[in-house]
């Protein structure tokens, strides 16, 4: 038998939770073995000085521990609850404030004219009107790429 099973014996024989034959057998390693004795001995103390332990009285009741408990959690829901509300007005607040306002600055952006590029023709036609959107016209020139060869390239891994 492995030495934890023996302290689960030993432990439910201190507790008195075995049965005849268990008992009997425990009784019999008591009497042989020295090591089981001495690993006796030593929950027997243990045992006996968990029992001696004074324990602590309290200065409330339970009752009152509980009620304190609670008062707490429900603060802290509530606390929850006002910041949680707290954050959606401050996003509904800067939504509306940013619909209404007057230096939109978006539309700041849509309506200035570029200054630092040459105007060509269809800018300066284009400049009595706020925006201009280039559909046909690139505003950059794209550069055309190279074209491939009509040759079929020769496969040398055969």
Known sequence: MEKRDCFEL?????????TA??????????STDVSIKCLYKRLLNL???????????TSQSSETTINQVLARVDRRYRL?????????AACILGAISGLFSGNSRML?????????????????????SPLMVALNNPVIEIPKTAVAPNEKPVNNFN
């Open 10 to 18: 030993l432990s439910a024989y201190l507790d008195g939770e075995v």
């Open 21 to 30: 034959t268990e008992r009997r057998q425990v009784e019999e390693w008591l």
């Open 47 to 57: 045992r006996q000085g968990l029992q001696s332990i004074p324990v602590p009285t």
């Open 80 to 88: 929850n609850w006002t910041l949680g509300g707290a954050v959606v």
């Open 108 to 128: 700041e952006i849509a309506t200035t004219q570029p200054t630092e590029l040459t105007p060509t023709a269809t800018q300066s036609a284009a400049a009595d």
